[in-house]
């Protein structure tokens, strides 16, 4: 199986930036071979497709509510993926999560959290006015 690590999250000011970072373990736990998806959810409210990528950059996808902000890169070398967080604001306050999974089901909707095989536990970042 793949366990994901995830780091990065923390406090911050409206305005500001922050990256969180991803790194798969396991047997076959090879990013290069799977799609990668970055979700998260704040109190009471459903859990949100942030971004995805595959292969390194081949493919990105972006909700609309983060596009031109946040960034998704993939480092096949370190088996990590990060986000970059821009221009924060205050809405952006969830708990992140990292997931992993097949690419053919992850290229039918990669911004769906049922098309993902693998869950990090999550890192709160929260973003004060």
């Known amino acids: 199986q793949v366990q994901l690590v995830e780091s990065g999250g923390g406090s911050v000011q409206a305005g500001g930036s922050l990256r969180l970072s991803c790194a798969a373990f396991g047997y076959t736990a090879s990013i290069n071979y799977m799609g990668m998806g970055w979700f998260r959810q704040a109190p009471g409210k459903e859990r949100e497709g942030v971004a995805a990528i595959y292969i390194g950059g081949s493919s990105e996808f972006y909700a609309n509510s983060v596009k031109g902000r946040f960034t998704i890169v993939q480092d096949n070398a370190k088996n990590t993926v990060y986000l970059q967080m821009n221009s924060l604001k205050p809405e952006d306050t969830a708990m992140y999560y990292c997931?992993?999974?097949?690419?053919?089901?992850?290229?039918?909707?990669?911004?769906?959290?049922?098309?993902?095989?693998?869950w990090g536990q999550g890192t709160q970042v929260t973003v004060s006015s």
């Open positions: 997931a992993a999974g097949a690419y053919g089901l992850w290229v039918k909707s990669p911004l769906r959290g049922d098309v993902y095989n693998y």
